[in-house]
């Protein structure tokens, strides 16, 4: 199952990070649009303020060696990089997102602190102790075992270092809402396959790991509402003439993703998807 996955999270980002990057630009996150989701904003500059606000609220203000798991073509290695003077590495699955990662790096004279690699996240060929900033941004989702993924960041992360994970989640399962029901489940069936997820766990799930695994002054935050609008700018830019052509040149699972892009935007309308936030030290 494993493999398979794998292989079709490469398969999803091999075919489509080119495209975004045409349309989009280096970073293949959400956007910030304030913390009632109602600041209208460029679509990049929404990017590139939840990469400022996740540091503001995780109170990371300097890193020598950060870790960027699921770097898509470094758009956060490299801002993380160019911010804090610091080395950047960052692994994917798509080997087509690591060298395109390490054209832009050489693009920006960076090339001598950052590095790109094609790394399995739950098996990191990297030391114990090695980052003082282990960052995570929207790749946690992909990890099919999601306590061995907070557990190998963990073993990496140097004592007194950093761990900022944001990541898709489903609603929390305590109170009157209880057991996601069977329509539920069926939204986030679909969502799982278009965007090759093998499941996702609420935050307070990834809050109990975390705590069991011994990282330090855990906090969590649920920022939903500040990154809904996110899906519907994606939506409307995703239907111009040559986003679509990109889309068919891409393939069919691009093609697919693109036009499930609502089930992200209902997900968040009907407070099943949530965008959860944990941050914690070693």
Request: proline residues 3%; hydrophobic residues 40%.
């Amino acid at each position: 199952m494993t493999s398979t996955l794998y292989q079709q999270i490469q398969q999803l980002y091999d075919a489509s990070s080119g495209l975004w990057e045409q349309i989009w630009g280096e970073h293949m996150h959400h956007g910030y649009y304030g913390a009632d989701g109602t600041q209208k904003k460029d679509r990049r500059i929404a990017q590139i303020d939840l990469i400022e606000e996740l540091l503001n609220w995780a109170g990371v203000t300097h890193a020598e060696h950060i870790l960027d798991v699921g770097c898509g073509i470094g758009g956060s290695s490299l801002y993380l990089s160019e911010k804090f003077n610091a080395s950047a590495t960052g692994i994917t699955l798509s080997p087509v997102q690591a060298a395109r990662a390490k054209e832009r790096a050489q693009a920006a004279g960076l090339s001598a602190r950052a590095d790109f690699q094609v790394t399995d996240a739950l098996n990191m060929p990297f030391a114990d102790d090695s980052f003082d900033l282990v960052w995570s941004l929207e790749s946690g989702e992909h990890m099919p075992d999601k306590r061995k993924f907070l557990q190998e960041c963990y073993r990496v992360l140097k004592p007194g270092g950093t761990f900022i994970m944001a990541t898709w989640c489903h609603r929390p399962l305590a109170g009157k809402a209880g057991q996601l029901t069977d329509d539920e489940r069926k939204h986030l069936a679909e969502i799982y396959r278009v965007y090759a997820l093998p499941y996702v766990i609420s935050l307070p799930e990834y809050e109990s790991m975390a705590d069991k695994i011994s990282f330090q002054d855990l906090r969590t935050a649920d920022w939903s509402t500040a990154v809904a609008p996110f899906w519907d700018v994606v939506i409307d830019s995703a239907f111009t003439p040559s986003a679509i052509l990109g889309l068919i040149m891409s393939g069919w699972g691009t093609i697919e993703a693109a036009l499930s892009l609502g089930l992200m935007s209902r997900g968040y309308q009907r407070g099943l998807v949530r965008f959860g936030l944990l941050c914690g030290t070693k």
